[in-house]
Every structure is written in C-alpha cells, then in structure tokens.
C-alpha cells in the first residue's frame, strides 16, 4: 500500500451559489458530502468546500444580490489548490453551482493565465488576480507579461482534470441589474467564455425553463484544445434552482435528483467513488423562477434558447438530457412551464430536417 507521501492527490473544490450554505443541501454540497475518499488508497484527497456569496460577511444581500465577494471566493479556491497541488501527476477537480460555476470558470481561466503560485509566494494572490482580470493583448496567457508572471514567482501549470457546473447564469457569469433598479452591477466578468486548453474534462448542467432575464445561461464553448478535451452541455427540464437542487425542502425533488446523478455519473467515469447514495427523489414539485419574487416580475419574462449551431455543430456540445424523453416527468407536468424553449427548439429540429 502507498504511504500518503507517495500517492497521487485529487484536489477537489466545491464552489456553493448565492446564499447557499451546507444547511441547503444543494447539489454541489450533496457532490461534496457524497465523495468516498477512503476506498481508494492509491490517491491522497484534499477536499474544500466553499459557501455560496452572501452567506458571511456584515452585508449578505449585496454579496447575493450585486455578487460581491466573488473575488474572495475565487482566491480561497486558488489558494487552496496552490497549498495542495505538487506537481502533474496530481488531478484538479472543481464543481459549482450558479455563482460557484461562474467562480469555478472563472478559476480555470486564472490558472490558464498564471498558474499556480507556491505556497512560499501566496502573499501575491492578489497580483495574479488582478493580472488575469485586467489582462490585455499583450498579458494573455501565451504572451510574454504572463510569461515573465509565470517565470517570476515559479508558477506551476497544471491542467484540469474535471470541471462540472450546475447552470452558470448571468451576462458574463454575474447578472446585470436593470437601469430601474441601480444600473449594472456586473463588476466580473469572462474574458473569454470558450473552455481554457487546461481543461480535460467539462460537464454543463442547464435550465431549460429558467425564465428571469438576468438568468440567462453563459454557456460553455469549445476551446483551441477541440479534440483533445471532452465536453457535454446538457439541457435538463426545470428551472434554476432545479437543476441545482437550492434548498433541501421544495427543490429536494426528481428535477434535481436528475442532474445530480448525471453529474456525479460523469465524475465516476472519471475516477471519483461516491459513497452509497440515497434513491432518487420521485417527487415532481412545479416551480415558476419568474413569480418566485416581486423584483423578478419587475422585468418581462425571457425564454432561454437552445441554438442550432451548438445543437449540431461538429462537436455536439449541447443536447438534451436523455434526448429530450424525460420519463421521470409526464408531459402535463412538462406542459405546466410557460417557457417556450423546448417548442422552439423542436420547430428549429424540423425545419432543419425539412430542408435537409
């Protein structure tokens, strides 16, 4: 048996959406909760979980609300994965849910950017931040400012093993607020939305029905890796919280129970052991995120839209979960949501097949 000097380490970091604690059970702490690090002995597991934005702190509805402390979120992941990675034979795992997905993207991107500091040189945390936010032409991650970064502070540059997101929303990742309710509060943003080459294996967990203007989904594309990353954008029935499983009462339901599995199934094609888990959650519970609150019905309802071009591109990025057969829901329950995402995206299908 390997000593724990000797084995390879699986660093894995859960990053939690707005207001979520482990009290909510969502998908990201079930994930977190789940995970079996004791079976397998030939790895060392370093596992973090990180709460949602707007759960610590003096002000927790403007963390939630205008997505403040996202950069606090960020650097704690990114520290803690700079004390524990050692060199490449190690796996970084990171899974988020909303916020905590836009965090965990957004932390691939760093990476990408500057890599990983020692631990003898955290104190410049901050300056690799801000070197990746602010970053022109000139300091992308090939050129030569990253490159000199990189050099200075002996950075490593490892790859990500397995990225999972649970319905990253928002324009850029952080939702926009309306003129009428203070103007925009997108303070972060993508610099590029397409995967870092540093990702090996990608997963994207969405909301079909999810009707708020500012919930849209950033989607994720392919990056100039292509054909040497793996990455699936499912489409699942219900909306945002959902596919994310929020709260352990009302959407502790089959919708979330459904992503969830999908999620874990992929991280166990990918290596992880999970600990026996509890059967899936039968019970259907409708829910419309746009009457959830008066502040979301201040704005007009906004269907989300599955495109053609990413539907059946050559790298078949996007499908439908279980193409679309959701036997664990029957079509009144399905006809309950007055999205018309689905409808479109059926039409588009056959007229597509009409003129092929």
Request: charge should be positive.
């Amino acid at each position: 048996m390997l000593t724990l000097a000797h084995r390879r380490r699986r660093i894995i970091v859960c990053l939690d959406g707005t207001w979520e604690t482990p009290q909510e059970k969502t998908n990201v702490y079930k994930f977190y909760a789940s995970l079996d690090s004791t079976t397998d002995q030939t790895w060392d597991y370093k596992i973090s979980y990180c709460p949602g934005l707007g759960t610590k702190g003096n002000y927790p509805l403007l963390g939630g609300l205008f997505g403040y402390g996202i950069t606090d979120q960020i650097l704690s992941a990114y520290q803690y994965i700079c004390k524990n990675y050692r060199n490449e034979n190690d796996e970084i795992w990171l899974v988020g849910f909303s916020r905590g997905a836009y965090a965990a993207r957004s932390l691939t991107g760093l990476i990408y950017n500057v890599g990983l500091l020692p631990e003898n040189q955290l104190h410049h945390s901050k300056d690799a931040y801000q070197h990746y936010r602010n970053r022109g032409d000139a300091s992308r991650p090939g050129e030569l400012l990253s490159l000199e970064f990189r050099t200075k502070f002996n950075c490593r540059m490892p790859s990500i093993h397995f990225l999972a997101c649970f319905d990253t929303v928002g324009s850029l990742g952080v939702p926009k607020l309306p003129w009428y309710l203070g103007g925009s509060a997108c303070l972060h943003e993508f610099h590029d939305t397409k995967l870092s080459p540093i990702v090996k294996n990608a997963y994207h967990a969405v909301s079909i029905h999810e009707q708020r203007e500012w919930f849209r989904p950033t989607l994720m594309q392919i990056s100039a890796a292509g054909d040497q990353q793996v990455l699936e954008q499912v489409w699942f029935p219900g909306m945002h919280s959902d596919v994310g499983g929020q709260q352990s009462g009302p959407y502790d339901n089959v919708l979330s129970s459904q992503s969830l599995h999908w999620i874990m199934t992929k991280a166990i094609q990918n290596g992880l052991v999970f600990k026996p888990h509890c059967p899936i959650n039968t019970q259907f519970i409708y829910h419309d995120s746009y009457t959830s609150s008066l502040i979301y019905r201040l704005m007009p309802r906004q269907d989300r839209s599955i495109e053609r071009d990413v539907i059946t591109n050559n790298f078949c990025l996007s499908q439908l979960f279980k193409a679309g057969k959701f036997d664990y829901m029957t079509q009144e329950q399905l006809g309950l949501y007055r999205s018309k995402t689905l409808p479109n995206f059926y039409s588009c299908i056959q007229q597509q097949n009409k003129l092929s």
